[in-house]
Nanobody, 123 residues
Framework: QVQLVESGGGSVQAGGSLRLSCAASGYTYCMAWFRQRPGKEREGVARIYSGSGSTNYADSVKGRFTISRENAKNTVYLQMNSLQPVDTAKYYC???????????????????WGQGTQVTVSS
């Protein structure tokens, strides 16, 4: 079992920035950030392979969000810049320890989830 602890959510005005952190208690092969906006399904935002550092982003956040990892701390970050009201959502960290299959944005690929952290962007 891998425990994930998120931090860094909050409220910000449009155009502002926030950084989310996710600390994992054990080995991860890949980690991702998802978000769930009110009335919407959970959607993948960014993904990173823990070993290579290879990343992938949803089109809606490309150029504004950056996912990174600090392996010494077993922590993944999501730097969010130029935030807009449409980015308002609960953000979840997810992880998988399995190397079977690609790590994309299917929720079933990730058996471990954090509790979520709220991000609210006001106009």
């Amino acid at each position: 079992q891998v425990q994930l602890v998120e931090s860094g959510g909050g409220s910000v005005q449009a155009g502002g920035s926030l950084r989310l952190s996710c600390a994992a208690s054990g080995y991860t092969y890949c980690m991702a950030w998802f978000r769930q906006r009110p009335g919407k399904e959970r959607e993948g935002v960014a993904r990173i392979y823990s070993g290579s550092g290879s990343t992938n982003y949803a089109d809606s956040v490309k150029g504004r969000f950056t996912i990174s990892r600090e392996n010494a701390k077993n922590t993944v970050y999501l730097q969010m810049n130029s935030l807009q009201p449409v980015d308002t959502a609960k953000y979840y960290c997810a992880a998988s320890s399995s190397s079977v299959g690609n790590c994309l944005f299917g929720t079933l690929r990730y058996p471990y989830w954090g509790q979520g952290t709220q991000v609210t962007v006001s106009s």
